[in-house]
Nanobody
């Protein structure tokens, strides 16, 4: 089992930056692909980005160039640095731990956090 707890969400203005964290405990963190997903009101949960245990990062087109994913395997922590936030980035953000195959899809992830709310005002 891997337990995941997100933090760092909040209310910001358009153009601001925010950094989310995801603390992992339980099984070895370094062996998992770690992903970020988000779910806006009335919409399905969508892929934001993911990072392998060696540091290769993948992003959704909507956030590429504005968001950066990183991980600290020694501290069992995943990060999502968000720049130039837009109102359409408003959502609950979830971190997840899973496998390399299909990392853009929810089915690849075995463990999920409870989410943290990010609200971007215009």
């Amino acid at each position: 089992q891997v337990q995941l707890v997100e933090s760092g969400g909040g209310l910001v203005q358009a153009g601001d930056s925010l950094r989310l964290s995801c603390a992992a405990s339980g099984r070895t963190f370094s062996g998992y692909v770690m992903g970020w997903f988000r779910q806006a009101p009335g919409k399905e949960r969508e892929f934001v980005g993911a990072i392998t245990w060696t540091g290769s990062a993948y992003y959704a087109d909507s956030v590429r160039g504005r968001f950066t994913i990183s991980r600290d395997n020694a501290e069992n922590t995943l990060y999502l640095q968000m720049y130039s936030l837009k109102p359409e980035d408003t959502a609950v953000y979830f971190c997840a731990a899973g496998r390399l195959t299909g990392l853009r899809y929810e089915g690849a992830y075995d463990y999920w956090g409870q989410g943290t709310q990010v609200t971007v005002s215009s």
